[in-house]
């Protein structure tokens, strides 16, 4: 084992390595192209066939990655995809990328990682590197990927190696080859695999002490802006009662410069992390008789967020003597964070719902979002439209749920009769009168 870890450090060093990336999505494909990238051969593993073709065609499926050097990549044999799971006997080092979201009942939903682990085992060999990236409960890596992956009869942390290490990218924002790697091992030879094997994609690797330490890591990250967001809302809806206004108490706060960290106040919690990771650790605390009433609160306040907002524009719309129920509302922004075309758990979906519950009549515009459809839990069928004279024309109300750059806000407070902004989007603007802050 101990020369079977020293050639695949030479391998790694030399990018004679053979690098296998499950999961070609958000986080997988990014990754695969930093690999590439780094000079290692990649193969993409997927179950999605389109997303496989995609890649077989040198065609990048995400606007914010650069399709230019996933072309070249392809082009040059440098990655590939396939769903045939018999070729990861081929690979060196595999890491694992795919979802790890809630079942209906709120819980981790851990088919995912149990399915690629069921397809990986029998290919497991001698040497081989497995790094679990999938956000996930502390023990995840030691108590459900590796009987797995050891139920061909190898050892992990013996026979092949195996790591946990969390992605930590904001697709579009912060890529994650800028981002420091947290990386635990099972072992510490599995650790210094990992960290290698990272150091050749990322500025920095941080070790620690176990795979599970580096799973609570990554959960507390994503906790703690949970906490923060659903903090900041919390007051949010304090100081519309107080006639305060929350953005310049936010501002205000973080001019002491040290001790504060601004978050933003919105209609809710959005993106494929925040709104869920935190639950994954609630469930695992129920095994040590604890209960993370800190999670919980912050979950039952950014739930309830998008309520608030539509109760705000209910109250905006009857302090002008008229109804929700056939006012006509113009939903600015429906991906669940500025400039990106994402609509995962966006708080715009359940606003939207809400609206038309009350009977509303609701259109949307989104520079980013040219249709919204069937999601998971919502059916909708709308097309963005756009954002002119005519929009404000038919809007009785104006709703700022995103804050994307490419819109003129500017022209908005113009032509808009009434504005709900949940963004602070209008701040420093003139002629704001007619805005509601919610
Ligand atoms: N998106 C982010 O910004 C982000 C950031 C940090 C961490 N994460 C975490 O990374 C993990 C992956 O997230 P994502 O956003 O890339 O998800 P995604 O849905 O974009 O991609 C997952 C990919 O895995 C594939 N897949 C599903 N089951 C498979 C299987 N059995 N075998 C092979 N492929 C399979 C899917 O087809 C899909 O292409 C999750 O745990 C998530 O919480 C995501």
Known sequence: ????????????????????????????????????????????????????????????????????????????????????????????????????????????????????????????????????????????????????????????????????????????????????????????????????????????VVPLSST?????????ENIFRAVNIALVNELKMLCDRMGLDVWEIIDAAATKGFGFMAFQPGPGLGGHCIPIDPFYLTWKAREFELQTRFIE??????????????????????????????????????????????LRESPALRVIELLMEGGAEVRYHDPHIAQLGQTREHSFDLSSVPLDEAAFEWADVVMILTDHSDVDYGAVVRGAKLIVDTRNATRGLGGTEHVVRA
């Open 297 to 342: 609160l912050a979950g039952e306040i950014n739930t309830q967020m998008p309520r608030y907002v539509v109760h705000r524009t209910q109250e905006a719309l009857n302090a002008r003597e008229r109804a929700l129920r056939g006012a006509r509302v113009l939903v600015l922004g429906v991906a669940y964070k500025k400039d990106v075309d994402d």
């Open 1 to 204: 084992m101990r020369q079977e870890k020293w050639a695949l450090l030479d391998a790694i060093a030399a990018r004679r390595t053979k690098v296998g990336v499950v999961g070609l999505g958000y986080v997988g494909l990014p990754l695969s192209m930093a690999f590439g990238n780094a000079g290692f051969r990649v193969l993409g593993l997927d179950i999605d066939a389109r997303k496989v073709e995609a890649i077989e065609k040198g065609e990048c499926y995400f606007r914010h990655l650069d399709a230019a050097s996933l072309a070249w990549l392809a082009g040059e044999g440098r990655l590939i995809a396939s769903q045939d799971f018999q070729r990861a006997a081929e690979l060196d080092c595999v890491v694992i990328c795919v979802p790890t979201p809630l079942t209906r009942q709120r819980e981790p939903d851990m088919s995912f990682i149990v399915e690629t682990a069921r397809a990986l085992a029998p290919h497991v060999r001698p040497g081989q590197l497995f790094v679990l990236e999938s956000t996930t409960w502390p023990g995840t890596t030691e108590e459900i990927v590796r009987p797995i992956l050891e139920s061909g009869g190898l050892k992990a942390g013996v026979d092949f190696h195996l790591a946990f290490s969390p992605e930590r990218e904001d697709p579009g924002v912060h890529a994650s080859t800028s981002v420091p790697k947290l990386v635990g091992g099972l072992s510490p030879d599995c650790l210094e695999l990992a960290c290698a094997l990272y150091a050749t994609v990322v500025p920095r």
């Open 212 to 220: 599970r330490a580096a799973e609570m890591a990554k959960l507390l």
